[in-house]
């Protein structure tokens, strides 16, 4: 038995330089202050230790704080970390040489893909202790976080594995850096902004009601994650929340309830907003589950493109 | 030196036997063939209608200068280039359509040092071993053998961004060999080494060639070259000027040679000959007809160096 060598070289090398250990202090430092800014920011107002259902808000505030600042620094330190990892190969010329040996093309991204995402991981796992102090304050399941937490490993493979494919369509570091935060970028902004711009067009039409379809939300890191993070606690069962996550919620929610009856609402079947516990329904196809299989084709498509520039004998060098 | 295992898990091409139509009678003794091999990118035709056979058991020298298409034929014969028209056939398969047979029967070194400077000069040939899916047991004596071979064991657990430049060129020519190919493609293994590390990697490449693997080489050091290939092969524009062993091509082209011969009174004189017959007529001539004593008969290297001016004309595409 033996393990894909691009793995487990590229692990060594890894843990072998200091900056492994530096992004590590980073990411955990980041999320650390997230929860001691928002546990601060709550317990200005008084003693919150005698009352339950701030306690409780705080809980949910904190974990959903630490999550969406963990999917910040996910989409920060994907592109940051990743990018490199086929074209720094051609950059330093080591691609070629491993090109004549009996590797396949796809065995050279799996390998890339797997050590990206390994290091990711565990960069994830090592903030679950953070996540803790959020379960300890109360109003979340331990199910819930491993929920919030796994979403974002999954966007965080998914995210690898775009962006190595990106690098392996370049010939440049340089270019693949900026190609990578420039997909990252459009993949957060560019539903949102199609929607916006198609909600004024929609609206200086003057005969109409704002609606353009709210699917364009969907294929979005933020909505998924706010989406898989919703548990059980939303705004309708008192627990009013204020942070990223319960905006990108209310967001599509009412970008939902704006168009479902047109032709284009999102599943007319079932009841969308179910998943955002809008109406305490819990049928119909998860919105996280949409984005995630929107982020997989995208992935899948990217991949194929990389496997294909990655294989020889071609017409130039690759 | 070693095997290869299909027991792996991570996804080395399989086992491909060789394609036994493209391999002739003819074939058995030429290692590389080479029919109208053109390679055109965009405007320019790099490699232009080349035919060449590389003999097996050979050292063979690619010579041509910058631009010429050596390393653009190299990439064609280490299945990495598609040729545009023509065809090549690297130890009895064509790498277009056979790749990992070829890829299985010869190491290439490219001109850039690729290595990773992270890694123990040992990780990075196990690394290249786990590459060609060779199995874990065998690595241990592959690499003590390999880095005995080129000289490197005191290097063993050295990082490799810690090994000077001849080192570095040395640890790929491990690389090369982790497979234990037959034929080996070098792409100026020797540019940037200084003369001590020259000497040394001409003489692991002789003890290569000893040990039955054909050699292409190609090199900027002419000299280096006439002591080393059994033939040679002259490049300019793409297009091939000549090929064969260097005094062949040399008599065919009516070329003369310099002998420098020192007598005992310690004078010196040059000559002039044509060929073997007329060198050993003028050594006779001295020495039996005129009596003379002498004390060293030298042919003047610098006959590959005088073919490559005389054939090539210093087009620059």
């Known amino acids: 038995m033996m393990m894909n060598p691009v793995l487990s070289r590229e692990l060594r090398e890894r843990m072998r330089t200091g900056r492994a250990f530096v992004v590590v202090g980073i990411f955990l430092s980041l999320l650390t202050l997230t929860a001691y800014l928002v546990y601060q920011g709550s317990t200005t107002t008084g003693d919150i230790s005698a009352d339950l259902a701030r306690q409780t808000r705080l809980g949910r505030d904190l974990y959903e704080w630490v999550l969406f600042v963990m999917l910040a620094l996910v989409l920060f330190f994907v592109p940051a970390l990743t990018a490199g990892a086929i074209a720094g190969e051609r950059e330093r010329q080591t691609l070629l040489p491993l090109q004549v040996t009996l590797l396949r093309p796809r065995s050279i991204l799996v390998g890339k893909v797997l050590a990206g995402s390994s290091f990711m991981l565990l960069l994830l796992f090592a903030s679950l202790p953070v996540m803790m102090v959020a379960y300890l304050l109360g109003g979340i399941r331990p199910l819930d976080g491993l929920k919030g937490v796994g979403i974002i490993c999954v966007i965080a493979i998914l995210l690898t594995l775009m962006v190595t494919a990106l690098s392996a369509l370049t010939r440049r570091v340089q270019t693949a850096t900026l190609l990578a935060y420039g997909f990252t970028a459009l993949l957060v902004l560019l539903g949102p902004l199609l929607y916006l711009t198609m909600s004024v067009a929609d609206g200086s039409e003057g005969n109409d009601v704002e609606n353009p379809p709210a699917l364009l939300l969907a294929l979005n890191p933020i909505t998924i994650v706010a989406d898989a993070a919703a548990g059980d606690n939303t705004s309708n069962s008192g627990f009013s929340s204020n942070n990223p996550l319960e905006w990108a919620r209310s967001g599509v929610i009412k970008a939902k309830s704006l168009n479902d009856d047109s032709w284009f609402a999102w599943f007319p079947d079932d009841n969308f907003r179910a998943q955002f516990r809008v109406e305490g329904k819990d049928d119909g196809f998860p919105a996280w589950a949409l984005g995630v299989v929107g982020l997989a084709d995208l992935a899948a498509l990217l991949s194929f493109l990389a496997v294909r520039r990655l294989r020889t004998p071609a017409e130039t060098e690759r | ?317």
């Open chain 2, 1 to 317: 030196m070693t095997s290869t295992t299909d027991t792996t898990t991570i996804e080395i091409l399989p086992t491909e036997p060789t394609d036994t139509t493209e391999t002739t009678a003819a074939d058995a003794s030429v290692a590389v063939r080479a029919t109208q091999l053109s390679k055109r990118y965009g405007n320019l035709l790099a490699v232009n209608g080349l035919d060449l056979t590389v003999p097996r058991g050979s050292i063979f020298g690619l010579i041509g200068p910058n631009g010429a298409g050596k390393s653009t034929t190299f990439a064609m014969m280490s299945s990495l280039l598609l040729p545009t028209s023509g065809r090549i056939v690297v130890m009895g398969a064509d790498p277009s359509r056979k790749p990992r047979t070829v890829r299985r029967r010869m190491g290439y070194m490219p001109d850039n040092l690729g290595v990773y400077d992270n890694l123990r000069v040992d990780e990075y040939l196990e690394f290249f071993a786990a590459s060609y899916g060779i199995a874990r047991t065998e690595w241990t004596d592959l690499v003590d053998g390999l880095l005995e071979l080129v000289d490197l064991s005191v290097k063993r657990t050295a990082m490799v961004n810690s090994l000077s430049r001849g080192m570095k060129q040395r640890l790929s020519l491990a690389r090369a060999l982790v497979h234990d190919p037959e034929l080996l493609v070098l792409d100026e293994p020797a540019s940037g080494l200084d003369p001590r590390a020259r000497v040394e990697l001409r003489e692991l490449l002789k003890t290569l060639n000893g040990m039955g693997k054909t050699i292409i080489i190609s090199s900027h050091i002419l000299s280096e070259l006439e002591e080393m290939c059994t033939d040679v092969a002259i490049m300019e524009a793409g297009k091939l000027l000549a090929a064969g062993p260097p005094r062949q091509i040399l008599e065919r082209l009516g070329g003369a040679r310099n002998v420098r011969v020192r007598f005992a009174n310690g004078a010196s004189e040059a000559f002039s000959v044509a060929d073997d017959a007329e060198q050993s007529a003028l050594l006779r001539r001295l020495v039996v007809e005129e009596g003379r004593d002498v004390v060293e008969f030298v042919e003047e290297s610098g006959g590959l160096e005088q073919l490559f001016m005389s054939l090539t004309e210093g087009i620059v595409q």
